[in-house]
């Protein structure tokens, strides 16, 4: 259902009604988003308009990594809102010197066919984020197209957005960052090889490179993982650099998986952070880290009860 030439899609991904943004995270704000393209035209089939990579990323590639959901996590939770569709156009050179007319034009009219928009208040696109919802509106309505704009949805503490979920998981709130997102934030990617330490003291775990992912806080978390079958199985894992063990020059997900037995090299898993035990610290010995993996590992248990 991913789709990344605008320019020849499939009749499924056109004629719709789109939903813009840059989705990160799909987050209970974004959910407003496709709820109003399809409650305006319930009849089109649903379609959401991304970019990839994010604009952030192209702009300012030295940037720690920030990214909530990569794409195919993001289609899949944009699919789990009734998407049928998901076009991510390339965000390259040549896309950010775009015009905001020709992005309307080019893009959602002749490419996508669309026929109804949905967007946030703070849409900005085309070079320069020239356009806004003012352009996007008289554009839209120039063609026939039918234009949503959709306010931030909010809560006590203000406007829910990607920042602030950013901001609640690298302080270690998994379980706030979850009640914005309507979901437990979760970091999905391949099984790795990693030094096999685990196995030597009863908890081997499945090691996940964070890639592009935000880093959130480094310490021990109870986990919940989807396996590549569509098993669903509680654990533990730490994430950082394991400072006891020499230290790592960046940091990875370790997930030890309750009473699982079997080989998940190179499939991919996805991990849900469901709770914060412990910051990340160094041990004096290996033994002393073996001792308080125990503990961790009972706590996971008893918080997953």
Known sequence: MIHTDWRALPPEARGGTVAL???DGVHRGHAAVLAAAHQARPDLPLVALTFEPHPREHFRPDDPPFRLTLLPAKAAALAGLGAKAVVAVPFDGAFSTMSAEAFVEDVLHRG??????ACGGDFAFGHRRG???AVLQAAAEAR????????????????????????QLQDGYPERAAVLLGRPWSIRGPVTHGDARGRTIGFPTANIPLGRHLEPARGVY??????ADGRVVPGVANLGRRPTLGGDPVSRLEAHLFDF????YGQEVEVALLAFIRDERKFANFQELTTQIAADAAAARALLA
């Open 144 to 167: 026939g197209i039918g234009l949503s704009i959709v306010r931030h949805l909010a809560d006590s503490e203000g406007p829910i957005s990607s920042t602030r979920i950013r901001r």
């Open 222 to 227: 109870a986990v919940r993982a989807t396996l």
């Open 261 to 264: 037995q079997g080989d998940l």
């Open 131 to 133: 356009g806004n919802i």
């Open 21 to 23: 943004g840059n989705f």
């Open 112 to 117: 996508l066919g669309a026929r109804h928009l």
